[in-house]
């Protein structure tokens, strides 16, 4: 089962802007429990409390009890909203979770074991196609985060969801059946190499099919004028 996060919270009595408000000047952080076909709860926050979850990568995919007067409440966060001037967090929803309930969450991808690339190690460069996937799992099976092992990994390749092991009763959310997460694409360098590598080709390649096109027009030309006096000559009865 996913590792859950206790937080304790207070009730608030009142919604609204300007209730709202009034809650951020008291120091807390408003908020909202919704879902499971229940009326929502409005709660507010000590803001120290999520300062510690909210910029870990994994937040969005991590269960929380959220401990009000005594009784828990199982929820996933599903948006924080942020001061544009100050970054400081002004709001935030949660998901109420039953234990049927199932969930669309997005998952960060993280990448380990760089230094054992050799492709990187050559210069390559990494190309992290997917940041996030997104899934739909159970509360007992969200993923926190998608890992990929670089080890052994040269330039050109990649890896897809299919060499990834997910966890029992989690789905991608993507049409395509095994899509990339993650290559490695060769140097600035390299590719520059083979451009220029290439144009001397693509170059001698030109006048040659100028040529052939040259010489191919005069044997149209004649062949145009041999069938012509063909075609007027009346049939023999």
């Known amino acids: 089962m996913s590792a859950v ?13 300007g209730a709202a408000r009034s809650t951020r000047r008291a120091g807390r952080v408003p ?24 910029h870990k990568k994994a937040f969005f995919a991590t269960l929380l009890d959220v401990d009000l007067a005594g009784k828990k ?28 309930t199932k969930i669309h969450v997005n998952v960060p991808v993280v990448v380990k074991n760089e230094l054992a690339a050799p492709g990187l190690k050559r210069g390559g460069v990494l190309n992290l196609v997917r940041h996030e996937i997104p899934f739909t799992c159970s509360p007992e099976n969200i993923p926190q985060q998608i890992v990929v092992d670089l080890t052994g ?26 899509f990339t997460i993650v290559t490695i694409g060769a140097p600035s360098g390299l590719k520059a190499d083979a451009e220029a590598a290439a144009a001397p080709a693509a170059a001698a390649a030109a ?31």
Do not use: C
Request: charged share 30%.
């Open 5 to 17: 996060i206790s937080i304790s919270a207070q009730p608030r009595e009142r919604a609204g802007k």
């Open 31 to 54: 908020a909202v429990i919704y879902g499971e076909k229940q009326e929502p709860t409005l709660i507010s926050v000590e803001p120290k409390e999520l300062e510690r979850l909210v």
């Open 73 to 100: 409440h199982r929820v996933l966060p599903r948006d924080v909203q942020f001061n544009p001037v100050t970054d400081v967090i002004e709001h935030l929803d949660f998901q109420r979770i039953g234990k049927d």
């Open 153 to 178: 990994l040269d330039i050109g390749a990649s890896i897809h969801i299919s060499s990834i092991e997910l966890p029992k009763g989690a789905t991608p959310n993507l049409r395509e059946r095994d």
């Open 207 to 237: 006048p040659a099919a100028g040529a052939a096109a040259k010489t191919a027009a005069p044997a149209a030309k004649t062949a145009a004028k041999t069938a012509a006096p063909a075609a007027k000559a009346p049939a023999k009865k």
